[in-house]
């Protein structure tokens, strides 16, 4: 609506200017055929703004930039030229074999494409090298400013995971949540996939979506991205990293490789798993614990329990407590790629019992 009534406002500007030039440079001009032209005129000027739909900010600070350097360049280069024309005018003069006016219209005319030159090469230059610009003038790229902490970005793999829903529920960040429209487009591809497993997957990522638009201790976004041809073209981890370039957001992912990526690129990520991974109780040589034995380890006499978050316990001399929850006395603590895993004795029996057993099961 407001743009509307801005292109409005210019059109009524344009009829003014056209009504002043009609009454004063083109009397013998038809009123009528006057406004026609400069209405045209403004007309295209609109049409031209609503076919580029797609502006960036970025690309006119640069393209103002490359024509600011290129100005500069061409007057320097300018000056440079009028010397050497100036001493070497009558050399020149015979070459040439014009006069000193044609002369002095031909260095013109030289130095206004001398100008064109310097300002194409600088803008040309600008717009390909805009990423390395940033790090010579940091101030030519505007930063978007938010109140409280950067954008949480969320990708496919944290979305189809679920555990982000308790997790944003439990924590409640002052921080807008975003989920970019290419992801939303991955979920729903996948979610349409020919396989069993990937359509499952796409749809529980559906739904955990649906989930976060009910929380109301969230200011959740779909981020609908303006990227170039050339970046809309990459992949969506590469899309993912380029969006937190340009918002300043952090990430948040439990794959491994988007994870690595973006910590060369310089882009914060909290990585899920190794949040979990934190969060998950310490346990010292010596302290005690209960946990039900699930299943006979690999070892002679062990016993398999797990904790509420997943943690392996292997339990010696639990072999034959399987179904039951026994307490267990920590041994040590071995922490691996796959997650923690905790060992210990079942503190019911003693040396001797281990004892009496191991003949028994030699026999």
Same mark, same amino acid.
């Given at each position: 609506?407001?743009?509307?009534?801005?292109?409005?406002?210019?059109?009524?500007?344009?009829?003014?200017?056209?009504?002043?030039?009609?009454?004063?440079?083109?009397?013998?001009?038809?009123?009528?055929?006057?406004?026609?032209?400069?209405?045209?005129?403004?007309?295209? #000027?609109?049409?031209?703004?609503?076919?580029?739909?797609?502006?960036?900010?970025?690309?006119?600070?640069?393209?103002?930039?490359?024509?600011?350097?290129?100005? #500069?360049?061409?007057?320097?280069?300018?000056?440079?030229?009028?010397?050497? #024309?100036?001493?070497?005018?009558?050399?020149?003069?015979?070459?040439?074999?014009?006069?000193?006016?044609?002369?002095?219209?031909?260095?013109?005319?030289?130095?206004?494409?001398?100008?064109?030159? $310097? $300002?194409?090469?600088?803008?040309?230059? !600008?717009?390909?090298?805009? /990423?390395?610009?940033?790090?010579? !003038?940091?101030? #030519?790229?505007?930063?978007?400013?938010?109140?409280?902490?950067?954008?949480?970005?969320?990708?496919?793999?944290?979305?189809?995971?679920?555990?982000?829903?308790?997790?944003?529920?439990?924590?409640?960040?002052?921080?807008?949540?975003?989920?970019?429209?290419?992801?939303?487009?991955?979920?729903?591809?996948?979610?349409?996939?020919?396989?069993?497993?990937?359509?499952?997957?796409?749809?529980?990522?559906?739904?955990?979506?649906?989930?976060?638009?009910?929380?109301?201790?969230?200011?959740?976004?779909?981020?609908?991205?303006?990227?170039?041809?050339?970046?809309?073209?990459?992949?969506?981890?590469?899309?993912?990293?380029?969006?937190?370039?340009?918002?300043?957001?952090?990430?948040?992912?439990?794959?491994?490789?988007?994870?690595?990526?973006?910590?060369?690129?310089?882009? /914060?990520?909290?990585?899920?798993? /190794?949040?979990?991974?934190?969060?998950?109780?310490?346990?010292?040589?010596?302290?005690?614990?209960?946990?039900?034995?699930?299943?006979?380890?690999?070892?002679?006499?062990?016993? !398999?329990?797990?904790?509420?978050?997943?943690?392996?316990?292997?339990?010696?001399?639990?072999?034959?407590?399987?179904?039951?929850?026994?307490?267990?006395?920590?041994?040590?603590?071995?922490?691996?790629?796959?997650?923690?895993?905790?060992?210990?004795?079942?503190?019911?029996?003693?040396?001797?019992?281990?004892?009496?057993?191991?003949?028994?099961? /030699?026999?």
């Amino acid at each position: 609506m407001l743009l509307n009534m801005l292109r409005a406002i210019f059109v009524l500007a344009v009829v003014a200017v056209a009504m002043n030039f009609a009454e004063t440079y083109f009397q013998n001009w038809n009123v009528f055929e006057v406004l026609l032209i400069f209405i045209g005129i403004s007309l295209f #000027v609109i049409g031209v703004d609503i076919l580029v739909a797609h502006k960036s900010l970025l690309a006119i600070s640069g393209l103002f930039f490359g024509l600011l350097v290129g100005m #500069v360049i061409a007057y320097g280069v300018g000056l440079i030229f009028d010397l050497l #024309v100036d001493a070497y005018r009558e050399p020149l003069s015979g070459y040439f074999n014009v006069g000193v006016t044609e002369l002095t219209q031909l260095a013109s005319t030289v130095k206004i494409l001398l100008g064109a030159i $310097c $300002c194409y090469l600088a803008v040309s230059f !600008i717009l390909q090298t805009k /990423d390395d610009v940033r790090f010579v !003038i940091p101030y #030519v790229e505007f930063a978007k400013q938010r109140k409280g902490q950067r954008t949480l970005i969320l990708d496919t793999s944290v979305i189809i995971d679920g555990r982000i829903v308790d997790i944003l529920q439990t924590w409640g960040p002052d921080a807008p949540v975003s989920i970019p429209r290419f992801v939303l487009a991955e979920l729903q591809g996948i979610a349409d996939s020919g396989d069993k497993l990937k359509r499952k997957r796409g749809r529980r990522g559906l739904d955990v979506v649906n989930k976060l638009q009910t929380l109301e201790k969230i200011e959740l976004e779909f981020q609908d991205v303006r990227l170039s041809s050339e970046e809309a073209a990459e992949p969506v981890d590469q899309r993912l990293v380029t969006l937190a370039q340009k918002i300043n957001g952090r990430i948040v992912t439990n794959d491994y490789n988007l994870n690595k990526m973006a910590q060369i690129r310089g882009i /914060d990520v909290i990585n899920i798993n /190794d949040l979990a991974n934190a969060l998950k109780p310490v346990f010292l040589p010596g302290e005690s614990m209960q946990v039900k034995i699930i299943k006979p380890g690999e070892e002679s006499g062990q016993g !398999i329990g797990y904790l509420d978050d997943g943690t392996m316990v292997v339990v010696e001399s639990a072999a034959d407590r399987i179904g039951e929850t026994v307490r267990v006395g920590v041994t040590s603590v071995l922490q691996t790629s796959a997650g923690r895993m905790v060992f210990g004795r079942h503190e019911g029996s003693s040396l001797s019992d281990r004892q009496r057993r191991k003949p028994n099961m /030699d026999s």
